[in-house]
């Protein structure tokens, strides 16, 4: 398998790519806190023609020295950007986007950016564990001392939280996870516009953040046809189920 370091090239993408002829692109958005490495197993669970984008938000590991970017608009327009060339070639590939909890609300908004400034539909957008942009209440998590935020983090699953009890890792982890709840509970678009791509919603069946409800009004978001799978799990179900996950994303490359 071929790594592209993203600090040589793109370095809002880890792109992993099997040596042969690619026939789609799976582009991928992590959660609040989440880093690319939440998507680093996928490449070797989808077919061996898919290139896998796993999107680094600034503000952490290779890109820990930039600030973070705590609003939507300016997050989706740089990764826009920074995806446009991929995608606008003379051999557009199929493309689907795969986004986990505020990856969702950020794959929407990258497709309808893809849709108004290139002309690009996805072939499918896939959210998982958060219900649809008109659905969003806001929040203020983002205020709570160090330690609430990080129990009210924890209370959606636990996903390597132990690294916040590690004296020397905390202060380095901290920002990014508070700044990206503020950017996400900052997030209440007005009207948001269906997209054109049919649209996937999946989640666990004991998020506490997400309830099945709640996945269901992105059918209200797509004139391309909406469908939703329920996973065992919680907010992060998608690292246990990962094989299952992957094989129904797959089915849908």
């Known amino acids: 398998m071929t790594v592209i370091d993203a600090r040589k090239g793109n370095q809002w993408f880890r792109t992993y790519r099997r040596d042969g002829r690619v026939r789609a692109r799976l582009v991928c958005f992590p959660h609040a806190g989440g880093t690319a490495t939440l998507f680093h197993h996928w490449p070797g669970r989808v077919p061996v023609d898919v290139e896998v984008l796993a999107t680094q938000y600034p503000g952490r590991q290779e890109r820990f020295a930039e600030p973070c970017i705590e609003d939507m608009s300016e997050l989706a ?3 826009t950007d920074a995806l446009g060339p991929q995608v606008t070639g003379e051999r557009q ?8 909890s505020l990856g969702s609300a950020v794959a929407y908004e990258v ?3 893809l849709d108004e400034r290139h002309g690009i539909v996805p072939d499918r957008v896939i959210v998982s564990g ?9 929040g203020t998590l983002h205020a709570l001392d160090d330690d609430r935020l990080i129990a009210s983090a924890r209370r959606l699953g636990d996903l390597a939280s132990s690294v916040y009890d590690d004296p020397d890792l905390r202060p380095l982890l901290l920002p990014s996870l508070r700044s990206d709840f503020r950017l ?3 997030y209440r678009p007005q009207d948001p516009a269906p997209l054109r791509a049919p649209i996937t919603a999946v989640g666990g069946d004991r998020d506490p953040g997400c309830q099945v409800a709640e996945l269901e009004s992105w059918s209200a978001l797509t004139t ?3 469908e939703s799978r ?4 919680d907010h992060f179900y998608l690292v246990p189920v990962e094989a299952e996950l992957l094989a129904f994303i ?4």
């Open 93 to 100: 590939l199929p493309l689907v986007l795969f986004g986990h």
């Open 250 to 253: 797959a089915g849908r490359l």
């Open 77 to 79: 327009d740089r990764i």
């Open 184 to 186: 996400i509970e900052s």
């Open 230 to 233: 329920i996973f065992p799990g």
């Open 224 to 226: 391309g046809g909406f």
């Open 111 to 113: 497709a309808c950016r």
């Open 130 to 138: 958060r219900g649809a942009p008109h659905t969003e209440r806001g």
